[in-house]
Each structure stands twice: as C-alpha cells, then as structure tokens.
C-alpha cells in the first residue's frame, strides 16, 4: 500500500499550488484522508483532513480560508488546493491515510503515509 503526493513546487507570496495525493493498492475514495506539513525545525502539523464519506472536511485555523480539500473521484485521488500562499506554509507536505470514518488532526492515528511533496513559499 503506498501513498504519493504531487504538486508541490516554489512559488511567490500570495500565489497557489494543488497537491494531489494518490494511491496504489487500495482506493482512496474509500478512506478518510488527511494533509500534514512539517517545517524545518517545528512538530508535524494537521493541516486539513477530509473524511471518509466526504461530508465532512477540516482545517487548522492558519489555513482556513485559503486552503481546500476536496475528492476526485475519477483519478481516485484527494487534492488540497492551496491559495493565497504564505512564507509560513514552506514544509514537506504529506497526505495519509486513517483506517476511520472521522477526520482527526493526529498524525498518531493516522496509518499509511505518503512520502511528501516540497512546498515553499519564497519571493
């Protein structure tokens, strides 16, 4: 079971990108996915999380606003679109997979991982 992030890159204040988050061995339409980042030098952080029915999405309040995280269906893949970028959002962003119904910000719950997909924010 193996998890891949796409869509990560360098790009300007105030711009955007769109990870996507696929998987082999199983299908993601059926799990509860969620987004993590991990900046240089700081504790892993939930990001945003969209369940297993996609009725219900989160997000860390950072990003609230700016960030969204929907299902594509047809490629089986999740996406988190990113606007109106920051300096602060620069991390290894990671998508994972919880063998649950509910979205959870721990990554301790969390069971497959993705390797990350680099995001920085630089002008």
């Known amino acids: 079971l193996h998890l891949m992030e796409s869509g990560g890159g360098l790009v300007q204040p105030g711009g955007s990108l769109r990870l996507s988050c696929a998987a082999s061995?199983?299908?993601?339409?059926?799990?509860?996915v969620g987004w993590f980042r991990r900046a240089p030098g700081k504790e892993p952080e939930g990001v945003s999380c969209?369940?297993?029915?996609?009725?219900?999405?989160d997000y860390v309040d950072s990003v609230y606003g700016r960030f969204s995280v929907g299902r594509d269906y047809t490629e089986d893949a999740v996406y988190l679109q990113m606007n109106n970028l920051r300096v602060e959002d620069t991390a290894l962003y990671y998508c994972a997979v919880r063998i649950s119904s509910t979205c959870s910000a721990e990554n301790h719950l969390y069971h497959y991982w993705g390797q990350g997909t680099q995001v920085t924010v630089s002008s």
């Open positions: 969209i369940s297993k029915s996609g009725g219900s999405t």
């Open positions: 061995g199983f299908t993601l339409n059926d799990q509860t």
